[in-house]
């Protein structure tokens, strides 16, 4: 298996610009979750789908969309990238969205707008 | 506000030896506590406490959880340069208003082995 996998793993992009950051799952998982770490601030929950077919704002979704794709893929797209969304974009996944399942971790993409 | 801190930030030991992290938690409806070691890439997990479950162990890992005290210790006896990592821990809580568990994390703890 494996596991949370999510493409590309660095991208530079430049003010204004678009792009898709990929994220799927082979462990037949309900839930997903992106969330980006910038230093001095822990991991921040954007977006989470709960389930197929349905997703959420977490708690910095400003900037973000999301798209639950099938059970196995969760896409996010920055429509206008901006230097404040430089940090690193982490994927994961639980079997359900119960704080009683923990949740397993791509392994990131490192993002860069300038 | 939900909230974990972890200390101490960073420490420093050699090979052999045994280091204790510690992480504190005031969140609502706190149902888990996790730890994950991050080194290059992706935080991977390690253990999940609950109420069910306050103990752990894996290899030279260890975890308690205290639930009284709101706190959960990582052990890590026998120290290997391979345990140098960021080592994070994170409560599980039901998000209010929401439909999932929300991973509320720590700032982490950079520990380094040296040989």
């Known amino acids: 298996n494996a596991g949370v996998t999510q493409t590309p793993k660095f991208q530079v992009l430049k003010t204004g610009q678009s792009m898709t950051l990929q994220c799927a799952q082979d462990?037949?998982?309900?839930?997903m979750y992106w969330y980006r770490q910038d230093p001095g601030m822990g991991l921040r929950l954007i977006y989470y789908?709960?389930?197929?077919?349905?997703?959420d704002k977490g708690e910095v979704p400003n900037g973000y969309n999301v798209s639950r794709l099938n059970k196995r893929e969760f896409s996010l797209r920055l429509e206008s990238a901006a230097p404040s969304q430089t940090s690193v974009y982490f994927c994961?996944?639980?079997?359900?969205?119960?704080?009683?399942?923990?949740?397993?971790f791509g392994p990131g993409t490192r993002l860069t707008v300038t | 506000e939900d909230k974990v801190v972890q200390s101490p930030l960073s420490l420093v030991v050699h090979e052999g030896d045994t280091v204790t992290l510690n992480c504190s938690y005031e969140?609502?409806?706190?149902?888990?506590l996790l730890w994950y070691k991050q080194e290059k890439k992706a935080p991977t997990f390690l253990f999940m406490l609950?109420?069910?479950?306050i103990e752990k162990k894996s290899g030279r890992l260890s975890s308690i959880l205290d639930k009284k005290e709101l706190s959960s210790i990582l052990n890590i006896t026998a120290t290997q340069t391979g345990d140098s990592a960021i080592y994070l821990c994170?409560?599980?809580?039901?998000?209010?208003?929401?439909?999932?568990?929300?991973?509320?994390f720590g700032q982490g703890t950079i520990l380094t082995v040296h040989p």
């Open positions: 994961a996944s639980s079997e359900r969205a119960s704080p009683l399942y923990e949740q397993y």
């Open positions: 462990m037949n998982h309900n839930s």
């Open positions: 789908s709960a389930s197929e077919g349905t997703t």
């Open positions: 969140v609502t409806n706190f149902r888990s």
């Open positions: 609950t109420s069910s479950g």
């Open positions: 994170a409560t599980l809580h039901w998000a209010g208003g929401t439909s999932y568990g929300k991973l509320t």
